[in-house]
């Protein structure tokens, strides 16, 4: 599938986690940043991007456990176009949304200086 109508397809079906991350970071609720979410960046469709700050926030399901290799590769193909990545768990969206929060907004803060 190409990517940019499957990227349209992830927003449509985006899980409960990646729900509660979005509502945080949408409307630049985030130290005034603007995200965008499911978006094509190159081959890749990434969850979260700060364009402004040239991050990637990316939430792992279960599912990441079995691809490891894969997201290394992407990860680094991603930050040599000089973009920083932040990966979190479902799990760390859920139980410690604010954890979560304040790893971003340091990220934030360290990319505008």
């Known amino acids: ?8 397809t992830l927003r449509a079906r985006q899980t409960s986690d990646e729900e509660m991350l979005w509502h945080q970071l949408r409307g630049r609720r985030l130290l005034g940043s603007k995200w ?12 979260f991007l700060c364009m402004a700050a040239k991050l990637v926030v990316e939430l792992d ?3 990441h456990l079995a691809q490891r290799d894969y997201d290394a590769i992407r990860t680094r193909e991603i ?8 990966r ?19 990220a934030l803060q360290l990319a505008s200086r």
Do not use: C, K
Request: cysteine-free; overall charge negative.
């Open 79 to 86: 930050e040599a176009q000089g973009f920083a990545m932040l």
């Open 61 to 63: 399901g279960t599912g």
């Open 36 to 47: 965008r979410r499911q978006v094509t960046l190159g081959p890749y469709i990434v969850d």
């Open 1 to 8: 599938m190409e990517p940019r109508p499957f990227a349209r």
């Open 88 to 106: 979190f768990s479902n799990d760390e969206v859920r139980t410690r949304l604010d954890d979560v929060l304040l790893r971003i907004a340091d």
